[in-house]
């Protein structure tokens, strides 16, 4: 059986490193140092430069584990090494960006082989400032290339919204 | 990032850390997020950005286990493999310097000469 | 007045017996008659014992269940706090025998339910495609056929039609604004699972039992100041009256056994749902299959798949399609089933 392991990647900003915080039930160990591109600058002071991770206790005493990714292309040689073994995967895409579609296309293309063994859920975060691009533009896309994965808007700074993300996943993981 | 004209004196810096030391065989110095500042090898044999990315992670990781220990911040990493060292250290809160020798019984001269020029590189920025 | 059969599985002695003399303490105070049968479809299943659990997990479509618990499990449309009390066991038998009148279910006992009426019920609980029943064909042109014009939606479009700002409300409970000016709706905050277990509210009435009254655009703004409350996109407000009106009646229009497939996931970061919404949403966006086969490789009960159906449906999200067409998933093993289960469990929590 697979390490009891979930994993947040997606783009930088997006919110994987609050979705992670939002929910876990320890402290988050964080590798989050000061920024200094200009494009994240913008948006925030830091960034991931290794991972993330939380934890959180099943009743039986089991782990589930909680990586995040570093967003950033350059850091593109964690990503594989967090998503092995992982049960699915969380794609985390900030609608403010300036080719948020793109990313997503990045994202899926880059874990096109783990999707197709596990499953994914991908969150859209900053809708609330960013209404644009909508769901129904990520379903065109998606529907294009024949994936059948589900899109939600969420917001990471909130654990209900994070929760029905992995929620979405399970259920993919078992009936999808 | 860093200014031009301290880029040039940094590169200067390092161009002398390969002469003093003969082991050494390349060396970067990167931002904490992973940006490449400046690079001297010495055939160019390596691709230095990722080498640049690799070590701020690697840094940062090796200031979260520290912070967990409480230990304090992790002035050095050190990676001893079957054809040679490479050595990870702080330069200051936001640098990074990484440096290798491809001769396995180098690590301390690999270690005292990189550590100086670490020094004498935060006395720049 | 309707029979009501009823039995429990892995409740303990003392609580057994207890609920069977609470049963008949009670029984005048119900509003259809209840008896004790060991073979009944309606089951009282204790969640905190490992066996109702895993009876739980394997429930069938046909089976109606009661969660029996101190704290009510997500899953569970139906509950009986723990330890069994008069008051909520009359709410709760109320509630399931007033859900149960609109759909009649082999649960209840013949006399409510005419043999020659077709209704969902009538599908096996394990069916085959290609063994589909000719009563389930003609299922969805029986009067028993959910038509949405006739519930609180058929208010809203006329309210939508003519521009005009709406109060709906019935008895003494809140009411249901609607803005023109913002196209949304105004009340206070939603539950699904409460009105899960309410029998009779705005959301799942016919219309006539609705007051509408027009309102100044204003006065919607004014009320809500007062009494509270948060704006909804219209479409939430017809999904949950679709979900709530439905109660286990297919759509007007629609065949049983057409396979149908969703175009994609409905917005459940927006559209009220509970957990097996998700499980029905991650199922049917994968696979073409006919509603049967959803609640059987969901484990949904056949009036869930159809409330939520429904719901899509006017979410425009369902696609028809030729053929049924199962993706082959064999390779989610029981341990990991019981796996996500736990993770859901404590994320739930
Ligand atoms: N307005 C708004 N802000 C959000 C939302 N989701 C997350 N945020 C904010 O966006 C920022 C996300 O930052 P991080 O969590 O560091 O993002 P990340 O994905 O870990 O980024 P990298 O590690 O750099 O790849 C935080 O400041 C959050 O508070 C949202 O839905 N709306
Ligand atoms: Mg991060």
């Known amino acids: ?176 | 990032m860093l200014a031009p004209a301290i880029v040039k004196q940094v590169e200067v810096r390092l161009d002398k850390l390969l002469e003093m030391c003969s082991a050494v065989d390349a060396v970067v110095v990167a931002t904490l997020d992973g940006h490449l500042c400046a690079m001297k090898q010495r055939e160019k044999s390596y691709s230095l950005e990722r080498l640049a990315t690799m070590g701020s992670t690697l840094m940062s990781l090796g200031d979260t286990i520290t912070a967990e220990l409480a230990m304090g911040t992790c002035d050095n990493i050190i990676s001893e493999n079957r054809n040679g060292v490479v050595a990870f250290m702080h330069i200051n809160d936001d640098l990074v310097l990484v440096s290798l020798t491809t001769s396995k019984n180098s690590l301390g001269m690999l270690l005292g000469y990189s550590r100086s020029c670490a020094q004498d590189v935060a006395k720049m920025v | 007045m309707a029979h009501f059969k009823i039995t429990t599985k892995a409740l303990n002695k003392n609580d057994d017996v207890l609920f069977k003399s609470m049963l008949q303490i009670v029984n005048a105070q119900l509003t259809a008659e209840w008896s004790f049968h060991d073979d009944a479809e309606i089951i009282l299943v204790d969640m905190e014992e490992r066996e109702g659990q895993q009876f739980w997990q394997q429930q069938q479509a046909q089976r109606v269940l009661i969660a029996y618990a101190r704290e009510k499990p997500a899953e569970a449309t139906w509950f009986l706090p723990r330890p069994i009390r008069v008051k909520p066991l009359i709410q709760t038998l109320n509630a399931l025998a007033a859900a149960q009148q609109f759909l009649p279910t082999a649960a209840a006992s013949s006399t409510t339910t005419p043999a020659t009426t077709p209704s969902i019920s009538s599908i096996p609980s394990t069916p085959a495609i290609k063994t589909a029943s000719p009563v389930v064909s003609t299922a969805s042109l029986s009067q028993d056929a959910f038509d949405p014009e006739q519930s609180l939606i058929g208010l809203l479009k006329q309210a939508v039609a003519k521009q005009q700002a709406m109060c709906f409300q019935i008895a003494a409970a809140t009411p249901l604004f609607f803005s023109a000016k913002r196209q949304q709706c105004l009340t206070a905050q939603l539950q699904l699972n409460t009105l899960a277990a309410t029998p009779t509210h705005l959301y799942n009435v016919s219309q006539e039992q609705i007051q509408c009254e027009p309102i100044a655009e204003t006065a919607v703004i004014k009320a809500i100041a007062e009494q509270g409350g948060q704006f909804y996109p219209l479409a939430a407000i017809i999904w949950l009256t679709a979900l709530s009106a439905s109660k286990g009646r297919l759509i007007v229009g629609h065949l049983l056994q057409q396979p149908v497939k969703l175009k994609h996931w409905p917005n459940l970061a927006v559209l009220p749902h509970q957990p097996h919404h998700i499980r029905l949403a991650a199922f049917m966006t994968r696979n073409s299959a006919t509603l049967a086969t959803v609640a059987e490789k969901t484990q949904v009960s056949i009036a869930q798949v159809v409330d939520f159906f429904n719901a899509c449906q006017l979410e425009q999200l369902v696609e028809h399609t030729e053929q049924a067409a199962l993706l082959n998933k064999n390779n989610v093993s029981d341990a990991k089933r019981s796996l996500f289960r736990g993770i859901l469990k404590r994320l739930l929590q």
């Open chain 1, 1 to 176: 059986m697979s390490e009891i392991k979930i994993v947040f990647t997606g783009s930088m900003g997006a919110g994987k490193t609050t979705a992670i915080a939002a929910i876990s039930e320890i402290p988050v160990i964080s590798t989050d140092v000061r920024a200094t591109d200009a494009d994240v600058l913008q948006r925030k002071e830091t960034t991931t430069v290794a991972m993330d991770y939380g934890e959180l206790t099943l009743e039986d005493g089991q782990k589930l584990r909680l990586y995040g990714t570093p967003g950033q292309q350059r850091f593109e040689y964690m990503w594989k090494i967090l998503a092995r073994g992982a049960l699915g995967l969380v794609i985390l895409i900030d609608n403010s960006g300036s080719d948020p579609i793109g990313e997503l296309v990045r994202y899926i293309d880059n874990f096109r082989e783990f999707i197709n063994e596990t499953s994914a859920v991908i969150g859209i975060s900053h809708m609330d400032t960013n209404p644009e691009p909508d769901l129904q533009s990520y379903y065109s896309y998606l529907q294009e290339r024949g994936i059948e994965l589900p899109v939600l808007p969420v917001d990471a700074r909130s654990s209900d919204s994070v929760v029905m993300l992995i929620q979405a996943l399970l259920a993919m993981l078992e009936f999808g």
